[in-house]
């Protein structure tokens, strides 16, 4: 049989060779090192067969910086710890131990609670597994053997994912320890170099709260030290940059148990919010929205005709009154039909573009709330646009320019991605080819490159979701631009043709910025605080240097306040040094020290990130003009 090599060269190989066997064939130091072959871009044991004709991959542990290589060290690993937790623990009873993103867990049911030291004691125990040096073996077994053997190992989670498995059924052993397990691993432990567990956690066993609680041990491996070691400085980073941590510092918003999921903003964070309220009221009156308000609590007869009752409903706030129940709006799109359903509607009066950051209530799991980043009120900048089929594509390239002007002025590095008709889907298919073929034309005009994720729409149409990456590599979804030809349909949205005859509206969902509360969360997360000078609470802080300056401190700062910024003195009684700290610790973009030196024309400003610098009023005033008026 023959395999096609990435150089698309053909390599013939005896029948039933394994992707070892090919590696040997290529060269004895490819066979030492590798790690993993990759056949049409699905992973596969280097043990097993390959298909005749078959375009093979093989990975070695120079690969470090590939996801798939990366994947298969550490569910090695991961292994690695189970073994290590049954010798260490006896009794210890092991249930699943997977790789995820940056690292992998394994879930254990130990004799005795354990505590953080278990972290050092595992570790130490694979440190000594790698000395020794491991290998893996794989076999196949029948389903009654496999459940025998965890039977007499004790292992009843095991027994229990044994009879819950399709397909062949796989072991795989390395030292003294035997795992049931799907695969692929590492053919030795040597490409393991570093290995570091990271933290415990509670959890469910199959994710249940009616089953046992299990201790989920989370680590990480790589193929290099270095990588680990640039790893946990990013771990280290995220921590200092955590967005509740800073809203804490910069006393801008606190959560309470008696309103989970809700942030109380303070003064200070409602200067932010209301700053990027400015920017979204500002800039979509330059684009022709036009701004509407919508209740709060609808009817639940809203709900079902929307649809929300049947796909959304968990995700809602239900209350009752006078013997009639209402739903909190999760979402503002039933509530802007009702307003473009409330007057006949003509082929003139379109596009109609109806703007609302409306309050928005979704029943998120407590388990799952995390600051700002995991809400139950969300305050989304979105609107809907109300227009016929022939508008479509210009105006999504409307709302692709205006996406792109929002996230330029943030300097975001963004990633588009267009999501295709999934197959639980309403609408024909013609009404999908004609959506999915508007929004890749639009991105094609405007030469925005993007990814397709096949079947990733919305029910109710496709959608090209953009999203960030932050300084810590991370990615997050802002915005979304959506179309949707089923909400005119179960609302009956009609418009009068330029044909006199009736038509079905098209409908755009839109949001740029997505939900305010987690727009500011992750802007927190990747600016460490230092938010551009028009969000910044606090623009100016002016010092004086000794009581003799008071006076032309607090001229100057009321002066630049008048002006239209936000500005504070300090005068207490303390150091210049440790005034200047603690401005500098509120994240102050500019800092201004008034002492025996400075004047009107000669100001000693200090700049974020920047040196000390003189300059006059004026050119603060001017400077401060072009940062904070955008
Ligand atoms: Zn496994
Ligand atoms: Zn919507």
């Given at each position: 049989m023959r395999v096609i090599l990435p150089d698309k060269s053909e390599l013939e190989l005896p029948d039933g060779a394994t992707g070892l066997d090919a590696a040997r064939a290529i060269g004895p130091k490819l066979a030492e090192q590798a790690v993993l072959v990759r056949t049409n871009g699905q992973v596969r044991d280097l043990r097993l067969p390959l298909d005749d004709g078959q375009q093979i991959q093989i990975l070695t542990m120079r690969d470090g910086d590939d996801p798939d290589a990366l994947w298969v060290l550490r569910h090695s690993a991961a292994h690695l710890l189970a073994e290590a937790a049954r010798r260490l623990y006896p009794g210890t009873k092991v249930a699943i131990g997977p790789p995820i993103e940056n690292g992998f867990y394994y879930d254990f049911e130990f004799p005795e609670p354990v505590g953080e030291e278990a972290l050092e004691r595992l570790e130490e125990e694979i440190r000594r597994e790698l000395g020794e040096g491991r290998e893996w073996e794989r076999w196949e077994v029948e389903r009654d053997e496999a459940r025998r053997f965890f039977e007499e190992q004790g292992e009843p989670y095991k027994v229990e994912l044994v009879e819950t498995a399709d397909g062949e059924i796989s072991f795989y052993r390395q030292g003294d320890f035997v795992d049931l397990c799907r695969g692929p691993h590492?053919?030795?432990?040597?490409?393991?170099?570093a290995v570091k567990l990271l933290s415990l956690a509670g959890a469910y066993w199959r994710g249940d709260e009616t089953r046992p609680q299990l201790t989920r041990v989370y680590g990480t491996a790589f193929y290099d030290p270095k990588d680990l070691e640039a790893y946990l400085h990013r771990l280290e980073e995220a921590k200092r940059r955590d967005h509740r941590r800073l809203g804490k510092e910069l006393d801008l918003f606190h959560f309470s148990e008696l309103a989970p999921g809700m942030p109380f903003w303070h003064p200070r964070g409602m200067v932010v919010w209301n700053a990027l309220e400015d920017l979204r009221r500002r800039e979509n009156a330059r684009r022709g929205y036009e701004e509407i308000k919508t209740p709060l609590v609808f009817d639940n007869e809203l709900w079902r005709t929307s649809g929300h009752w049947e796909k959304f409903r968990e995700n809602m706030f239900f209350l009752e009154a006078e013997g009639r129940e209402y739903g909190l709006k999760p979402m503002n799109c039933p509530g802007h039909c009702l307003v473009y359903a409330d007057a006949p509607r003509s082929y003139r009066d379109l596009p109609l573009r109806l703007a609302e950051a409306g309050t928005l209530h979704r029943n998120e799991l407590s388990g799952t709330l995390h600051g700002l980043l995991r809400v139950r009120h969300v305050t989304q900048d979105d609107a809907h646009i109300f227009c016929t089929a022939g508008q479509l594509e210009a105006e999504i390239l409307g709302c692709l320019d205006y996406a792109f002007f929002l996230y330029d002025l943030f300097g975001f590095d963004m990633r588009v991605e267009l999501s295709t008709r999934p197959d639980n889907r309403l609408g024909a298919d013609e009404e999908w080819e004609r959506a999915e073929a508007a929004l890749a034309s639009a991105l094609g005009k405007r030469g925005i490159a993007y990814d397709v994720s096949e079947g990733e729409g919305a029910f109710y149409g496709p959608k090209i979701d953009m999203h960030m990456h932050d300084v810590l590599g991370r990615s997050w979804q802002l915005g979304t631009v959506q179309l949707d030809f089923q909400m005119p349909q179960r609302f009956g949205l009609a418009y009068a043709g330029a044909d006199n005859a009736e038509h079905t509206a098209a409908m755009i969902h839109r949001a740029l910025l997505g939900s305010l509360e987690r727009f500011i969360g992750i802007l927190l997360e990747h600016t460490g605080g230092n938010l551009p000078v028009f969000l910044a609470p606090e623009q100016v802080r002016v010092l004086p240097?000794?009581?003799?300056h008071h006076e032309a401190a607090f001229a100057l700062a009321g002066e630049l306040r008048f002006r239209g910024f936000r500005v504070a003195a300090d005068a207490r009684d303390e150091t210049l040094g440790r005034r200047i700290r603690e401005a500098e610790v509120a994240k102050t973009p500019y800092i201004v020290v008034w002492g025996e030196r400075e004047s009107r024309d000669a100001l000693a400003v200090r700049k974020h990130g920047g040196e000390q610098s003189t300059m006059s009023v004026d050119a603060l005033l001017a400077e401060l003009e072009a940062a904070a008026k955008l």
């Open positions: 590492l053919q030795d432990s040597k490409p393991i170099k240097v000794s009581d003799g």
